[in-house]
């Protein structure tokens, strides 16, 4: 009963810290829907979706595998706590300073790939996301938000991996409330031109703000010329290269899914209509799952060794996500119509058939997400990676069913 307890508190304060997030979300969108309408919101979930298939495709997956090894020496040093009596004026041995150092030193290189990765190819991103040369620019604006987000990962990794979970909650709620305001002043300034500067922006914010929770107990140093620091570094990037291919897989076919939306009559119209239905299906899931991989990924890491133990911390996994997320299910479908006009314009009514029939599925993701982080925990990066690919390819056919 304590391992549920634990659970549910842990989840209740990223939780709400999420709810607090999708109320912002809320309200955000509710601010474009009125000042950019729906061709507006899809022509920034392009930008956003093709700035995340391009961080994918560079971060190395540092945000997945830097969570695992840091966890990993942080439990050892709890277990060797719990059997000497000795306790020390640092919360963390220099083993974890040291190693903290790698995950960041190796975070800014990923970061400057991303950044330049992007600034090469703006031309080919216009012509390819949006059909057109016209948003090239727009790329080259957007560049620095590819690595802003790889550096916010690599703090928000920092901090899962060491458990400061109120931290992370501070930072994430800090960074969701300058968002809505970036973007809603920018919106009502600047209209459709203030897509790119709202992106940039509230990027910027997030990082400042998870670099400020991260740096309490780890002052920000790196050292991109010792070649110690850059060997250690090597086993993070081995083991995220397969996340890098699930990563682009994933991202890939959301941007496929809207390269052929983009191709209809209505084009980033539809975008912004499928984006938005896309945003209520997954909006209260994304708040428990966020919760569920910032406690229940560190802690599944360090009972691997115990397959009892790994055993009982899925299934007691998987049975708080089915009881959170039952209950919602049904009364969000109910009222759906009522939440749409609500949260949007009459404009987005058409995306209620699409939300119901996705609906479902976000029960049966309760169940499999917490057994699909084992291979994760075990760094199995090639079982993962098959996992991501046939996934993305069974989303990817069917949505291409239903257009």
């Not at 990962?153 to 920092?158: N, R």
Request: hydrophobic content about 50%.
């Amino acid at each position: 009963m304590a391992n549920y307890r634990q659970i549910f508190r842990s989840t209740g304060l990223l939780g709400s810290v999420q709810l607090l997030y999708i109320l912002i979300a809320i309200l955000r969108n509710k601010v474009a829907a009125i000042f950019i309408g729906a061709a507006g919101m899809g022509l920034a979930d392009l930008y956003a979706r093709t700035i995340e298939l391009l961080g994918s495709a560079t971060n190395f997956g540092l945000g997945m595998s830097a969570v695992k090894q840091l966890a990993e020496l942080c439990g050892e040093e709890e277990q060797q706590k719990e059997k000497s009596s000795a306790r020390s004026l640092r919360p963390f041995s220099s083993v974890v300073y040291k190693q903290v150092c790698v995950i960041r030193t190796w975070v800014l290189f990923t970061a400057i790939l991303g950044t330049l990765t992007c600034l090469a190819l703006a031309p080919l991103l216009s012509r390819w996301a949006t059909d057109s040369p016209k948003h090239t620019e727009a790329f080259y604006l957007l560049a620095p938000m590819v690595g802003l987000t790889t550096l916010t990962s690599g703090e928000m990794a920092i901090l899962k991996a060491t458990r400061r979970l109120r931290r992370l909650a501070t930072a994430t709620s800090a960074g969701a409330v300058a968002t809505l305001f970036l973007t809603s002043s920018l919106y009502a300034w600047l209209g459709v031109k203030g897509i790119v500067p709202a992106l940039v922006l509230s990027t910027a914010g997030l990082f400042v703000f998870h670099l400020q929770a991260a740096t309490r107990d780890f002052p920000y140093h790196i050292n991109p010329f010792c070649s110690s620091i850059v060997r250690k570094g090597l086993p993070l990037v081995r083991l995220g290269t397969a996340f890098i291919l699930a990563g682009i897989m994933t991202s890939g076919a959301e941007m496929i899914i809207r390269s052929a939306l983009m191709h209809n009559q209505a084009g980033t119209a539809l975008i912004g209509l499928y984006a938005a239905g896309l945003a209520l299906t997954v909006s209260y899931a994304r708040m428990i799952f966020v919760a569920m991989d910032a406690e229940y990924f560190p802690r599944l890491t360090t009972v691997l060794g115990n397959r009892r133990e790994t055993n009982l911390t899925i299934n007691r996994q998987i049975n708080s996500l089915i009881v959170l997320m039952a209950p919602f299910l049904l009364i969000f479908c109910l009222f759906l119509p009522l939440i749409v006009r609500l949260l949007y314009t009459e404009e987005f009514l058409d995306i209620i058939p699409m939300v119901i029939c996705a609906a479902p599925f976000m029960y049966f993701k309760a169940i499999y997400t917490p057994i699909a982080y084992l291979p994760l925990a075990h760094g199995d990066s090639v079982r993962y990676m098959t996992m991501a690919v046939s996934y993305t390819h069974l989303r990817a056919h069917e949505t291409e069913l239903h257009l």
